[in-house]
Nanobody, 116 residues
Framework: QVQLVESGGGLVQAGGSLRLSCAASGSIFRIGDMGWYRQAPGNQRELVATITKGGSTTYADSVKGRFTISRDNAKNTVYLQMNSLKPEDTAVYYC??????????WGQGTQVTVSS
């Protein structure tokens, strides 16, 4: 089993920054790509950013240039640095881990609220 625990969410004014962390534990040898997704009320969960074990990244167009995903394989932790936050970034942010020979795992989610 793999467990993911997110932290770092909160309330911030528009233009501000937050850094989310996602710490993995358990059968970490199964972990491949990791990513961040978000879900706003009434909306479907959407991809924010992904990162491979080698460090290759992808981003949603809406966050390119503002968000940066990174990964510390030694600490089994993935980060999402969010700058220039906008009210439309308000959502619950979920950490995701793709696993080898097992279903993907999700964290419990962390709320990010951006006030205008």
């Amino acid at each position: 089993q793999v467990q993911l625990v997110e932290s770092g969410g909160g309330l911030v004014q528009a233009g501000g920054s937050l850094r989310l962390s996602c710490a993995a534990s358990g059968s970490i040898f199964r972990i491949g790509d990791m990513g961040w997704y978000r879900q706003a009320p009434g909306n479907q969960r959407e991809l924010v950013a992904t990162i491979t074990k080698g460090g290759s990244t992808t981003y949603a167009d809406s966050v390119k240039g503002r968000f940066t995903i990174s990964r510390d394989n030694a600490k089994n932790t993935v980060y999402l640095q969010m700058n220039s936050l906008k009210p439309e970034d308000t959502a619950v942010y979920y950490c995701n881990a793709e696993l080898i020979l097992a279903p993907p795992r999700w964290g419990q989610g962390t709320q990010v609220t951006v006030s205008s």
